[in-house]
């Protein structure tokens, strides 16, 4: 456990998930500079030596599509913690991570079982993650939770760029766990986030943001959000998506 930065007036409490490489990353990385307070998990700690230079409070093993794994991790993070302000629940897959032929991922080919997995991993995982912290964020100051969707989870976009279902459906249904969890605590703040076409591994090179300028602006948008924002469906630069 290490604090080598500066702690901000407004210091605050943040849990990111996937924060080994890409979006997750980058965000810690403005996040710890800006003088917050922030926990990466991760699914190989020894691995994040990216994140470990970042100078996070603390490095967390945490696979989302592991239930014993996020029953650990919210149990190591009560150790270290007694309230969370922030989750970034950002770790997420394509149907490439699964192994699925991306030209075969339309709802007339694709095997179902890279469905039932992906939307296992990018839409329970956030919610049980969320489940799991639930009472350190209700312990928390303005708590929010800012669940990873994408532009392909909304019915308008989504049917604009059909080419894999598995993802579009996954990211719909962080979008309806999204708004049933904000419909139903109202302590907590919880927005869906489209964070861009950004160029990570799976974002790739062609993608039109840069990792950098996505992270700073989803960070701003973040740390203005309050519970009035709760079941809002935003971009990267704080504006509404449609759904
Ligand atoms: N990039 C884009 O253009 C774009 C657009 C729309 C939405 N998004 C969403 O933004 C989020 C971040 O994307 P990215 O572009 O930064 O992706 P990325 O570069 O591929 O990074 C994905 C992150 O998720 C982690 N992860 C994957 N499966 C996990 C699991 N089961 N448990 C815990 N962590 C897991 C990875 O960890 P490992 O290092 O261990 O693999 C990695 O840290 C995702 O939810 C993605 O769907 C991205």
């Not at 997420?92 to 991993?121: F, Y």
Request: proline fraction near 4%; glycine fraction near 10%; aromatic fraction near 4%.
């Amino acid at each position: 456990m290490e604090y080598g930065v500066r702690l901000s007036m407004d210091n605050k409490k943040i849990v990111i998930t996937g924060a080994s490489r890409g979006i997750g990353l980058e965000m810690a990385r403005t996040l710890i500079s800006k003088g917050h307070t922030v926990f990466g998990a991760v699914r190989n700690p020894d691995g994040a030596s990216d994140l470990q230079d970042a100078g996070p409070a603390g490095i967390l093993q945490l696979d989302i599509s592991d239930q014993d794994s996020i029953d650990n991790f919210s149990k190591e993070l009560s150790g270290v913690t007694d309230s969370l302000d922030i989750l970034v629940n950002n770790a997420g897959i394509t149907s490439n991570d699964l192994g699925a032929d991306r030209r075969q991922c339309n709802p007339w080919q694709i095997d179902p079982k890279i469905v039932l997995a992906e939307t296992g991993i990018n839409a329970l995982g956030p919610m049980m993650v969320t489940r799991g912290l639930v009472e350190l964020l209700e312990a928390g100051n303005n708590p929010i939770v800012m669940n990873t969707s994408s532009q392909l989870g909304s019915m308008v976009i989504g049917a604009m760029m059909p080419f894999d279902v598995a993802y579009n459906v996954s990211k719909a249904a962080v979008n309806m766990i999204t708004v049933m969890s904000a419909s139903t605590n109202k302590n907590i703040a919880f927005v869906a986030l489209h964070p861009g076409w950004v160029k990570t591994d799976m974002g790739t090179e062609a993608a039109e943001l840069e990792v950098p300028d996505a992270a700073n602006a989803i960070v701003e948008s973040l740390l203005g959000l309050t519970i009035e924002d709760s079941g809002r469906f935003i971009r990267w630069d704080g504006t509404d998506h449609p759904w």
